[in-house]
């Protein structure tokens, strides 16, 4: 390949692939809430991504007029991806000075499943890979020349990304060593000129408090106090302690967090990013897929042995190593098996101050997840055999220990504390946070190559055909228009000036969106039970709908489906309403799923939450069919129901 020609097929080929798969529109969980804040210049959830919402309403002024807010946001993933990508190349040519196995790096990853996933959507995943690239391009490049300027580059590029993700973050460790290798001689005006472009970096997160301070109509957290805004930067909201101390508490096994676990098991991911599983590798993967990927894992290292003296190769793996295996650690996501990690540690704490009044002549309790478990097969077996296991099973030997403690501490008054109940598996898949570790490993499984002859070395150059058409119809997201569709029948389903009570993400986000970016049923008043109970969030809505009291605002009231408990409420459609009788709701129920809602190109393609909206339709379609709906009705219930059951 000549000087030029390798980037321009790269980007041509990102170009072409994202063109065709690009989302036109918002889609599920962040997506509506990046796009809504970037249009009102507003603030999300923590981390805040302040730099993201400024680049968001900057490329909705210059794109924003093609085809809205939206899609001009998604841009944003799609050129940062592609960007990227012809970084990869970039340091795979500097490691194995092969221009055609930096073509087989960067061509794999641009249609890599969680790469791609998030390339064509609104997020800030696309952008943060993209400056994590430009790390590792300059520390290789520092290492060239030594010129400290791209120490510079690192540092500035790193906490000003800060804005977008903090994992622009994880390359530091892995660079510091490397430049500690290479040199360990620095005058102080270096660590001055570090410390400036640091805070230069920094200054990005001002935007927090500044912008906070003004009451924007999305204000998450309000970050306008220094206690706001460190917990906005802590992510405190998701849990009781801060990331880092979270981290060491372990909220799964390693062998779910590390195999094939539901929604967080890193293996399954990694074997399903060029290859794809029919399965989809989170449960037990077909044998032949595991097989193959696993021999190429293993390939790669043994590849990699070679070039072990080669600081530029170890770079690399260490920021795998670091993605991998560091944010399992790190992220410890929850299995469904381990309580949270707060009132574990106040349990441990308890139960170490009853030990002392415990006789010495009973054991230590067991863990919190060994008891759990017990209790649990205790209480699932007939009672006539609770006593017979208790007393003899080997594996009811925890329990027996646990109820020798509550008898005495009984005996002195005291009342046992129950072991915290495992904390919810995660709700969704987490592939996301592993993003470099996939980049990386592209990086090196094409190093691995670099004694491969000149035929294999042009076979690897489209090696991309494998993942581009075997990802391409669950990645094609260029007709999804599920999450909008499903935000329009929402809020149309809601009275005029009606109370709207959501809960989660996915019912929140695609509102906010069509409310704030796209001035849709502006006069809804969506409130998310699950925030309610901040005071930040209580005072934002009364400031913005003039609402103290909900009961008492005057205005219909309605929850959507799955909020608190309201089953016996009229079922309308997406919503359960206050204030009419059955009769209404089941006359509303037919209009809405017949003739008021939209179904534009009702496809999952493969993603959970187009999946959960579709598997609603069906629910409520037949539902629907129970309440003598006439011949017209009947039909189109009937191909709605055909249509989601056929999808799911």
Request: glycine content about 6%; aromatic content about 14%; overall charge positive.
């Amino acid at each position: 390949m000549g000087k030029i020609r390798p980037r321009v097929a790269i980007i041509l080929l990102g170009i072409i692939g994202y063109a065709l798969t690009m989302s036109r529109t918002v889609n599920f969980w962040d997506c509506g809430e990046f796009i809504a804040a970037a249009n009102v210049l507003g603030i999300t959830h923590p981390p805040g991504y302040p730099l993201f919402v400024l680049l968001g309403r900057v490329f909705i002024l210059l794109f924003g007029w093609i085809n809205g807010p939206a899609f001009a946001v998604n841009l944003i993933s799609v050129i940062s991806s592609i960007l990227c990508c012809l970084m990869i190349y970039e340091i795979t040519v500097k490691i194995s000075e092969r221009k055609s196995l930096g073509f087989f790096a960067a061509s794999i990853s641009l249609f890599g499943d969680t790469f791609w996933f998030n390339a064509v959507e609104a997020g800030s995943y696309g952008i943060s890979m993209f400056v994590i690239m430009l790390e590792i391009w300059a520390a290789l490049k520092w290492k060239e020349t030594l010129e400290r300027k791209y120490l510079f580059l690192i540092l500035y590029a790193a906490f000003l990304g800060l804005g977008l993700h903090t994992f622009t973050l994880l390359p530091l460790p892995a660079i510091l060593i490397f430049v500690l290798i290479n040199n360990r001689n620095f005058p102080i005006k270096f660590f001055t000129g570090a410390i400036f472009f640091i805070a230069l970096g920094l200054s990005s997160q001002l935007y927090l408090p500044i912008r906070s301070s003004t009451e924007p109509v999305l204000n998450q957290n309000n970050p306008a106090t220094v206690e706001n805004f460190f917990d906005v930067l802590g992510r405190k909201q998701y849990g009781e302690m801060y990331m880092f101390e979270r981290a060491l508490y372990r909220r799964g096994t390693f062998a779910n967090q590390f195999g094939f676990s539901e929604n967080i098991g890193y293996l399954g991911y990694h074997l399903n990013q060029w290859f794809p599983a029919p399965l989809g590798a989170q449960t037990p993967a077909p044998f032949w897929h595991r097989v193959i990927f696993e021999f190429l894992i293993i390939a790669v290292f043994a590849g990699l042995w070679f070039y072990r003296k080669n600081q530029n190769v170890i770079l690399v793996v260490l920021m795998f190593l670091l993605s991998s295996i560091g944010l399992v650690f790190y992220l410890n996501f929850a299995d469904g098996t381990k309580p949270r990690s707060a009132l574990a540690k106040q349990w441990y704490s308890h139960i170490k101050e009853l030990r002392k009044s415990i006789p010495d002549s009973i054991p230590d309790l067991p863990s919190i997840e060994l008891i759990n478990i017990s209790m649990d097969f205790y209480h699932s077996i007939p009672a006539e055999m609770r006593n017979g296991w208790l007393k003899t099973a080997h594996a009811a030997e925890g329990l027996r220990t646990a109820f020798a403690w509550r008898d005495a501490l009984e005996e002195r008054g005291i009342k046992m504390p129950s072991p915290p109940k495992p904390v919810q598996q995660e709700v969704r898949n987490r592939d996301y946070f592993f993003t470099p570790a996939f980049l990386f490993f592209a990086i090196m499984t094409a190093v691995a190559c670099r004694k491969a002859g000149k035929k294999t070395a042009f076979a690897l150059m489209f090696a991309w055909i494998i993942p581009f058409a075997g990802h391409f119809s669950s990645h094609n997201r260029s007709k999804d228009f599920v999450a909008r569709d499903f935000a329009i029948n929402v809020l149309n389903s809601v009275p005029q000036n009606g109370i709207l009570i959501t809960y989660g993400d996915n019912d929140t986000f695609p509102l906010w969106y069509m409310q704030l970016a796209e001035n849709y049923r502006t006069d809804v008043a969506v409130i998310n039970e699950a925030l309610f109970y901040s005071d930040w969030y209580r005072e934002e809505i009364f400031r913005t709908y003039q609402i103290e009291n909900i009961d008492s605002s005057g205005r219909s009231i309605s929850y959507m489906l799955g909020v608190s408990p309201v089953d016996d409420k009229p079922l309308v459609g997406l919503i359960r309403r206050f204030g009419i009788s059955e009769a209404e709701g089941d006359s509303l129920l037919l209009a809405n799923l017949t003739e008021n809602y939209r179904y534009c190109e009702l496809k999952s393609r493969g993603q959970e939450a187009n999946e959960q909206t579709i598997l609603i339709y069906s629910y409520l379609a037949r539902k629907a069919l129970e309440k003598n709906p006439n011949e017209k009705q009947k039909i189109v219930l009937e191909n709605l129901l055909e249509t989601a059951n056929r999808l799911h």
